[in-house]
C-alpha cells in the first residue's frame, strides 16, 4: 500500500536540493502545474486523467464506426439507385417526363454516361466504409463482438435497408438529390478511379458499340412494350374495380388517378396504330395489294351513256383503271370518277376523249412506309395520285405509260393498291365507306346472332338453375333460329342506302 505525500514535503525537498516546483513542471506541461490544487496526491491525479481519456476514447471511436456504417450505407444506396438507371429510360424521362422528372434526369445523365467510373468511385468508398468499420470497433469492444456487430451493421443498415430505399418507386428523386455529394466523391477519389474506369471502358469495349443505347429495342420489342404496357395496365383497371366493388366503394376513380391514367395506354385502338406503324417498315406492298381479278377497270373504247354512268357510279369507287382492249392487265391510266359530274350521259361521249392519270408503278417488294410517301405526293401535272400499279417490273410499266402506251405484258401487272390501303395497315383495320353496305350487312347480322347466341345462353343456364327440362331448351333454340331467318330476310332493309338520286332510280 502506497503512502501519500502532501505536495508541501515535495516542494521543501525541491528547494533543498535546488530546483523549484515551478521550474520542475515547466518542463513537462503548463497545464500540469495549474491544475494542481494543495491537497492532490499524484496517483490520484493520474486516475482522474485516465477516465478522461478512456471515456473520449470511446466516444470518438463510436462516432468513426457510426460514420462508416453511414458511409457504407450510401455507397450501396448510391450503387443501387445509380448504376442501376438506365441511360436511355433517363433520356426518355429528359424529353417526354413532367417538369420535376426532366429536371431529376438532367441532373443524373452527365453521371450516368460515365458509368464505370462512377461504378468504380462507389465500390471503393463502399470497400473502404466495411474495411474501417472493424477496425473502429474493435478498439471499444472485443473482437468477437466486433465482427459480430460489423457484420451486423453492414448487412441491415449498410445493405438491405439502403437497397431497398434507393430501388423503391422514388429512386429517381433520391438519386437526383444526392447528385453534388456524389460528384464530390468523384472528385476526391479521382485519382484510383478515373484510372480503373477507363481500363474497364478499354477492356469491355464500351464505346466500340456501333449500335448504341438508343437501340436498346427493335420494332417488335417496341411493339411489344406497348401491348404489354396495355395488359398491365387493364389487369390492373380490372383488380381495382373488384376491390372497389368487394369494399362497396364507388367504381369512379380520384382526380389524380384520372389525370395519372392519361400518360399511359388506356385503349386497344392505340395499341394496334402503334404495331401498325411499327411494321410499316416490313410489311410489303404484296401483303395488301388488291389482286388484278378482282379489281373494277374499265375500258378506253367505253361510251359513256347512262347504263356505264351508273355502273361507275355503283362501283362506288373515286379512281378507277382504265385498260386496252387487250386485256386488264394492259392499263393505260386511271380515271376520276368527278369528272362525270359535269358530262350529259345523252351526249354518250366516249371514254378515250377524257384525260387520264398516269399512275405510279411500283414493285410488290416496296416496303408499307415507301408507299405511304410515295402516294402522299398526290397528283402533280397528272401523274401520281392515290393509287398504284403493282408490277413484277415497273420500269418497263413506267416507261410505256409515260410514252402513252398500255403496260405490256412482260411488265407483268398484278394488282393495283391504294392509299386506302396504307391507312388500314397503319390503323390494322378496315375502313368501310357509303357504298360497303355487303359488308355493313354482314357484320350487323354477325353481332345480331351473337347477341341472339349470349341470351340464348344465358336463359339455357337459367332454366338449368331452376330445374326446367330439355324440352324447353329445344323450344329456345328453335325461337333463335325462327328469329335469326325472320332478321336474315329483312336485313337487307335495315342497311341505310347512302346512294344517290341518280342510283336509286336503277
Known amino acids: 500500500m502506497t503512502r501519500e505525500v502532501p505536495l508541501k514535503a515535495i516542494e521543501e525537498y525541491l528547494n533543498s536540493i535546488g530546483f523549484t516546483i515551478q521550474s520542475t513542471c515547466q518542463a513537462y506541461s503548463d497545464e500540469f502545474y ?3 490544487e494543495p491537497t492532490t496526491a499524484l496517483p490520484a491525479l493520474q ?55 426532366r429536371k431529376q434526369a438532367r441532373a443524373l445523365i452527365p453521371l450516368i454516361s460515365d458509368h464505370h467510373r462512377l461504378l468504380v468511385t462507389l465500390l ?52 437526383a438529390k444526392l447528385a453534388p455529394m456524389v460528384r464530390l466523391i468523384l472528385w476526391l477519389l479521382c485519382p484510383l478511379a478515373w484510372p480503373l474506369g477507363k481500363l474497364l471502358d478499354k477492356l469491355l469495349h464500351e464505346h466500340d458499340d456501333d449500335v448504341g443505347f438508343m437501340q436498346k429495342y427493335d420494332r417488335n420489342e417496341l411493339s411489344a412494350l406497348v401491348r404489354l404496357q396495355y395488359e398491365e395496365r387493364k389487369a390492373s383497371k380490372l383488380k381495382m374495380k ?53 379489281v373494277f377497270s374499265i375500258p378506253i373504247d367505253l361510251t359513256l351513256n347512262e347504263e356505264s354512268i351508273l355502273d361507275i357510279y355503283r362501283s362506288g369507287f373515286s379512281r378507277i383503271p382504265v385498260h386496252d382492249t387487250c386485256g386488264k392487265d394492259h392499263i393505260i ?55 398504284a400499279i403493282v408490277c413484277r417490273d415497273p420500269n418497263i410499266a413506267e416507261i410505256a405509260l409515260e410514252e402513252n402506251e398500255p403496260i405490256p405484258e ?50 339455357k343456364k337459367e332454366q338449368r338453375s331452376i330445374g326446367v327440362g330439355a324440352s324447353s331448351d329445344k323450344a329456345t333454340l328453335e325461337n333463335a333460329i325462327d328469329d335469326w331467318q325472320s332478321y336474315v330476310r329483312s336485313g337487307a332493309n335495315d342497311v341505310v342506302d347512302e346512294g344517290t338520286s341518280l342510283l336509286s332510280k336503277v
Not at 61 to 88: P, R, Y
Not at 145 to 158: H, K, P, R
Not at 242 to 263: F, I, V
Open 47 to 101: 486516475e482522474e486523467e485516465g477516465d478522461e481519456k478512456n471515456q473520449w476514447f470511446y466516444i470518438k471511436n463510436s462516432l468513426l464506426a457510426l460514420t462508416c456504417v453511414i458511409t457504407a450505407a450510401l455507397a450501396a444506396g448510391l450503387t443501387m439507385g445509380l448504376v442501376s438507371q438506365e441511360l436511355l429510360d433517363l433520356k426518355i424521362k429528359e424529353v417526354a417526363g413532367n417538369p420535376a422528372e
Open 333 to 387: 391510266g386511271i380515271f376520276r370518277s368527278r369528272q362525270l359530274m359535269v358530262l350529259n350521259p345523252h351526249e354518250e361521249r366516249d371514254l378515250s376523249t377524257l384525260p387520264l392519270v398516269i399512275p405510279h408503278c411500283v414493285s410488290p417488294e416496296m416496303t408499307m412506309l415507301a408507299l405511304v410517301n410515295l402516294l402522299q405526293e398526290g397528283t402533280i401535272v397528272n401523274k401520281g395520285g392515290h393509287m
Open 242 to 294: 373488384m376491390e372497389r366493388a368487394h369494399l362497396g366503394l364507388s367504381e369512379r376513380g380520384s382526380r389524380h388517378e384520372n389525370a395519372q391514367s392519361m400518360r399511359y395506354v388506356k385503349h386497344l385502338d392505340t395499341v394496334t396504330m402503334v404495331e401498325g406503324a411499327l411494321e410499316m417498315h416490313t410489311k410489303r406492298v404484296a401483303d395488301v395489294l388488291i389482286k388484278l381479278e378482282d
Open 124 to 175: 471503393l468508398l463502399n470497400a473502404v466504409a466495411n474495411e474501417a468499420m472493424p477496425l473502429f470497433l474493435d478498439e471499444i469492444v472485443p473482437g468477437y463482438i466486433a465482427i459480430i456487430m460489423s457484420v451486423t451493421l453492414v448487412l441491415f443498415f449498410g445493405e438491405i435497408i439502403p437497397s431497398a430505399i434507393f430501388s423503391g418507386p422514388n429512386k429517381l428523386a433520391i438519386a
Open 34 to 36: 495549474t491544475s494542481f
Open 410 to 459: 412482260s411488265a407483268g401487272v398484278l394488282g393495283i393498291v391504294t392509299l386506302e390501303q396504307c391507312i388500314e395497315s397503319l390503323i390494322k383495320e378496315e375502313i368501310y365507306d357509303e357504298f360497303d353496305n355487303t359488308e355493313k350487312l354482314a357484320i350487323a347480322r354477325a353481332r345480331w346472332a351473337a347477341n341472339k347466341w349470349k341470351d340464348y345462353v344465358a336463359k
